[in-house]
């Protein structure tokens, strides 16, 4: 039952994400980073996993680049049902990984040495609810990872509830930001 739910859902939310064109994409993108940038575990956090954005998601490469010089930036690969973090370089770049997501090319972070967990999803709940894309990646790794987990979203993907199962994992945190942003 629950997987049709979400099956619903992603699919009401592909609708929705067509509304939306690049220079939006960009700007919300923006705005959510500066929110990120202000949250206290975000501050403190010295290693950071984030993600090389796809074209639906809040765009995170110029985040990445931003921040790599001062905090010890790791982006997921995925290694056939597991996914681990690697080191990214700037001067190493990324390279098309596992469903043609940019993985970079550097040493394997351990989970326990990550501090702040910033998370991609289809859509998200305000109690910390998650529904990635189905492929269970992101909960298979949170499971065992301590680190503090924020997820960030797009306004029109933030929902009432999200219809979670028990291995679905938690954000501590979601930022996101209205529909119209600067409105």
């Known amino acids: 039952m629950k997987q049709d739910e979400k099956r619903a859902l992603r699919r009401r939310i592909g609708e929705l994400a067509g ?26 956090a010295h290693t950071v996993a984030l993600y090389w954005s796809l074209k639906d ?22 290694r056939g049902e597991e996914m681990v973090f690697r080191e990214y370089d700037p001067a190493d770049g990324v390279t098309p990984g596992a469903f043609g997501i940019g993985e970079a090319r550097g040493a394997e972070c351990p989970a326990a040495a990550i501090d702040l967990v910033v998370v991609p999803g289809v859509a998200f709940d305000r109690s910390g609810g998650r529904m990635g894309r189905g492929k269970g990646f992101y909960d298979r790794f949170l499971t065992g990872c301590r680190a503090c987990k924020v997820g960030v979203c797009f306004g029109y993907q933030l929902v009432g509830a999200i219809p979670c199962e028990e291995h679905d994992v938690r954000m501590d945190a979601v930022v996101s930001v209205p529909d119209m942003p600067g409105q």
């Open 57 to 78: 998601e809040v765009e995170t490469h110029g985040f990445v680049r931003k921040w790599c010089v001062s905090k010890r930036i790791v982006l997921p690969e995925v």
């Open 19 to 44: 509304q939306y064109g690049e220079e939006w994409r960009r700007e919300a993108s923006r705005q959510i980073w500066e929110r990120v940038e202000r949250l206290p575990q975000f501050r403190r």
